[in-house]
């Protein structure tokens, strides 16, 4: 982790950011709760990103996609946030990464969703119905300059990242039995995962399956979404529970070493799925990676522990990547131009240039200096400025991009309505220039702005924060 500036580097590329045209509907059972759930892929805005949201909740609550929330990886990838679950998410999101989609909200009447024939299949066919689109804004990418390793002692299972002109994947695995032994697969580019990897089911070994049923899992199973591999001799009993649970008059044990009547779509198909799962289980990064990924005795564990590497050190680079501005250059505004665009006045009007302004971010500058009323009483004998009066100036630059958007900024206010994920990581003192840059998380749409936004002093990150706010017209 001590050379993590070396190994990944943030670019924008030249390609956009993609959604999907309309909204597209998908009906089936989940695998392991059983229940009747309908998803629904809706687009998203720009730099939204993958996110679930519970439509049979109050509030509709929504779930990002991000490895963070993972509670565990039991037969599935588990999220959770704020007590709301959902489970087994690896599927629908190698979907989308699979088909380069950037940008989709995922809706759920349940915790679930629809395991169709254990395979991401036909979550690519409903997204490609859907028809995919271009969006107004460049796509990020991280590039891996070095290598970056994950391993788990306990199994054995190791995920290893290194420096690559595109994304690509190769899962080796070992089964450690006569009927499935040892398979790789590899995908050399994105474009080939609908026709070599988006059809591959997923599995499970005999003994694990006669566990699960014991446990009352795998619910919604049945023999069209779940290969079985028969790992071990079958007594009368044990046969007679698999044909009540799958609802089956007679099962029988082929000779390849799959129970009943299941055609492999490739003789490695196990292998295949269990790259389907690094895709979707690496999504939870959160962002598009140029790498190559080699996955050996892949699961959901180490998998999701190597997003959770990799976000943090993405996190890191983005923290600590600096933007550096020329403070003698004439500002595009100043205080002027600021006051008749914002309604602050000293001595609360906290930022004294604005450096860049664009429609999707902003740029503003204040000089901390001594005179400032709030030393006085925070603190006499140690002045540092107050994290809430950071927070104010960052939303003040902020009110710069939302009121740019109108024709008559004067006539108009600018209110907060949340603030999210607030950080401080440096003391703001007298003599110090704090730079803000905010840039918008989504679109603005009528007057509501939702923008993260940063603030830095002395080349350090100082504080961060989500902010939402709306501009109302004066009384």
Known sequence: MKNWKKRLTVIKTTDKQRTIAKE??????????????????????????????????????????DANYVINTQRGTNLEKRGVKIHTSEHVLAALVGLEIDNVIIELDSPEPPIMDGSSKFFVEALENAGIVEQEADREEYIVKDVISYKDDATGS?????????????????????????????????CDFKKEIADARTFSFLHELETLLENGLIKGGDLNNAIVYVDKKISSKTMEKLEKAFNKKKLSVKPNGILDN???????????????????????????????????????????????????IIKMERRNNIPKYDLSKPPLMDIHQIMAMLPHRPPFLLIDR?????????????????????????????????????????????????????????????LFMKIDNVKFKQKVLPGDTLIFHCSLISPIRRGICHMQAYAYANDKLVCEAEMMAQIVKKN
Do not use: C
Not at 290 to 305: C, D, E, L, M, Y
């Open 354 to 414: 604005i450096l860049e302004l664009s429609d999707q971010h902003v740029v503003g500058m204040k000089n901390v200096t001594m005179n400032e009323p709030f030393f006085v009483g925070h603190f006499p004998d140690a002045p540092v400025m107050p994290g809430v009066l950071q927070v104010e100036a960052m939303a003040q630059t902020g009110g710069i991009l939302v009121l740019s958007t109108v024709p008559d900024p004067e006539n108009y206010l600018t």
């Open 24 to 65: 597209a509907t998908l009906k089936g059972v989940g695998l392991h709760t059983g229940e009747n759930v309908t998803l629904k892929f809706t687009p998203a805005p720009i730099n939204h990103g993958y996110a679930f949201k519970r439509v049979d909740l109050e509030g509709e609550p929504i779930i990002e996609a």
């Open 158 to 190: 190791e995920i290893t990242i290194i420096p690559s002109d595109t994304y690509q994947i190769t899962a080796m695995v070992d089964f450690g039995t006569k009927v499935l032994g040892t398979q790789n697969a590899t995908l050399h580019k994105l």
């Open 262 to 312: 299941l055609t492999l779509h490739q003789p490695n198909e196990a292998a295949r799925h269990k790259l389907l799962d690094v895709i979707g289980d690496l999504a939870l990064a959160g962002i598009r990676i140029r790498g190559k990924v080699i996955a050996n005795k892949p699961g959901h564990f180490v998998n999701t522990q190597f997003a959770k590497k990799l976000s943090k």
